[in-house]
């Protein structure tokens, strides 16, 4: 059967790291890129005698998501042991949760479509291993070298149902709660840094069947269009699989975005096998209602709402304003731009951010918070093209310079003698004056057919244009010339 | 109900803690895992259904800390205790064999 007679299936689990300040159960720093084995402690290392004490704020992280994705918080959650033998945790077991996860029950609406979450959990970072020898592959390693800095860094893992159908909505997913963890300030969600990651349980089915095919984890998806990729192969492998006759495997593949496809990885220890039981040293957490409560007053305002409130107040297409939610820090960087204009309108500080902002984000991989051009200067850009200052080519080279350089716009305006000039007064002057001067084609102009009206028209503009040095505003200059010379 | 622990459960059991057993401590191991088995088999027959299950004694819940980074250990004195270091990293034998 053809790929469209098949229906893919797709669950997807998001880790994602917490931005606390300390690790989830001992003080030392959470923190990307230190010295290795530098922010270590005992209870990180997993030495004897040591005891887990848990954040409150990485609570307070899970309960904001809570809020956010409407999931239900039960009375009591519990931590467990996953117990494995890898040397990434000291431990040898990592502390999660299993039966009673802290949150249950939530939904994303993608594009429209509400997205089961069956569960969000708490648990701890693993170390980070190198492998040496054998081009760092691990099968082929001669010994590997680890790094616990990451050992204990908090993690909330939130697992969908199987509601997605496509690589597409896969992708939306995970785009869409990027932007509610970074809205809700829990996550630097920054795929690059790991410190958001996705692994995907894809299936198979015949379209208009109602069971589910041999599901297949696919890991090592390292941006959003990784995530596409990944899921397309791994749907057409499927489907390849079933169409010659053969059965698919349940399986771990391991996605290789260099030759852009899924390799079988070896099976490590069954979910079984890993002997999860509630973990001793640390007692159930019950978030109380109070502090459901502090935490609800303390919301900021959601992607799909500030989305929808930028694209009805401020008339800005649903794509545009997409992009301004999911480019990190861009949205906040209009609305500081939008608060405070004069005179130019919100839509044009999206074209503008959309647009040139953007593009130049994604070239030097900054953030706004750091441009040169602060938010104030691009309302300042966006004002003077709505006053006829700067016409929107110009507003564009202006723009380009402003980024580049920690220049205002006026600057350049100034530095390159840019600016349009629209003063009414000043025109007006500009064209009596050519008129004065060209008394013979003005008296051809009034004694012309349309043709020839329209050629000696054409002339005392270009005159008058020449005359402030094309600065002139070409709109304002028009009208002035044809309402003197319709007199 | 009494379900006695076999020598392959102990040996599956025993894989995953990497643990190297003999054949007698295998054949110890099944007997007195099983009697512990036994034992707790005793509480399904006491009726329990108006007992909350608990996972802890003790009634305690949210032990929280806050927020605040406490310093780290010295970096040279904790790989001081490892048996190999490389490159600031605890080094770690072939983790897996080749497939």
Known sequence: MPVQDYQAVIGLEVHTELNTATKLFCGCVNEFGAEPNTNVCPVCLGLPGSLPVLNAAAVDAALRLAEALGFRVPAQSLFARKNYFYPDMPKDFQISQYEEPILSDGSLDVDGTPVGIERAHLEEDTGKTVHVGGGGRIHEADHSLVDYNRAGVPLMEIVSRPDLRSSEQARTYVAELRAVLRAIGVSDVKMEEGSLRVDANVSVRPVGSEAFGTKVEVKNMNSLRSVGRAIDFEIERQVGQLDSGERVVQETRHWDEADGSTHSMRVKEGSSDYRFFPEPDLVPVAPSDEQRARVRASMPELPAARRARMVGEWGVADADAQILLNVEGLADYAEAAVAVLHGGTPRDVAHWCTGAVQAFLRETGTTPAVLALAPDGLAELVDLVADGTLSRSQAQDVLGECLREPKRPRQVIAERGLAQLSDEGELASVVDRVLAENPDVVTQYRDGDAAERKKKRGFLMGQAIAATSRQGNPKVLGDLLDQRLST | ?99
């Open chain 2, 1 to 99: 109900m009494s379900r006695s622990i076999t020598r392959a459960e102990v040996e599956h059991v025993a894989r995953l803690a990497r643990l190297a057993l003999s054949d007698e401590e295998l054949d110890g191991f099944a007997r007195e895992l099983g009697v512990i088995l036994e034992h707790a088999e005793d509480l399904a027959a006491l009726d329990l259904d108006d007992v909350e299950p608990t996972a802890h004694p003790l009634p305690l819940v949210n032990v929280l800390r806050p927020d605040e980074v406490r310093p780290s250990l010295d970096r040279d004195e904790v790989l001081g205790q490892a048996p190999a270091v490389e490159d600031g990293r605890f080094r770690v034998p072939r983790i897996l064999d080749a497939p």
